[in-house]
């Protein structure tokens, strides 16, 4: 039975370059960094030669994870892996939303700092969140990410 969730985890070209978007760009706390090129690693990932880079990360002053991060981070050294269609809409991508108090002010932030948005901030008009904001934007490697402000409760 699934108790709880461990990390959320991406595939990146370049781990140096993540780690200035994650850490500097967006804030998050780097925890943790390791290279793996051993069997027990070769074995779960399924590639005889991997070679990884790994950086984890959580949210300053966000609640405690039980493995001490949140997102994980990860360039194939070997084997290379070849970029992919992250759009949305393709079966088998996927997007992380991280909350923010001031989704206006946060978008304003990073559109100065150079980050690529699919939109302005949109007001939510229906569902579970009407009343809030939310707006996609990407990452280095086109990984899309989402800024959502809540509505009051």
């Not at 780097?30 to 027990?40: D, G, I, K, S, T």
């Not at 490697?141 to 800024?147: A, F, G, K, N």
């Amino acid at each position: 039975m699934l108790v709880n969730t461990w990390h959320f985890s991406f595939t990146v070209s370049d781990i140096e370059q993540s780690i200035l978007f994650y850490r500097d760009v967006l804030g998050m706390e780097l925890v943790h960094r390791q290279e793996q090129a051993n069997a027990y690693t070769r074995k779960f990932v399924g590639y005889p030669d991997a070679h990884l880079k790994v950086a984890q990360f959580r949210i300053k002053g966000g609640p405690a994870t039980r493995s001490g991060h949140m997102l994980e981070l990860i360039e194939y050294v070997a084997p290379r892996g070849e970029k992919v269609d992250t759009r949305t809409k393709n079966p088998g991508t996927a997007h992380l939303a991280f909350e923010v108090d001031d989704v206006h002010a946060e978008y304003e932030r990073m559109v100065g700092l150079g980050v690529r948005f699919r939109s302005e901030p949109v007001a939510i008009e229906a569902g579970i969140n009407k009343g809030g904001f939310t707006c996609y934007f990407l990452d280095p490697d086109d990984i899309t990410l989402e800024i959502i402000q809540p509505p009051p409760r």
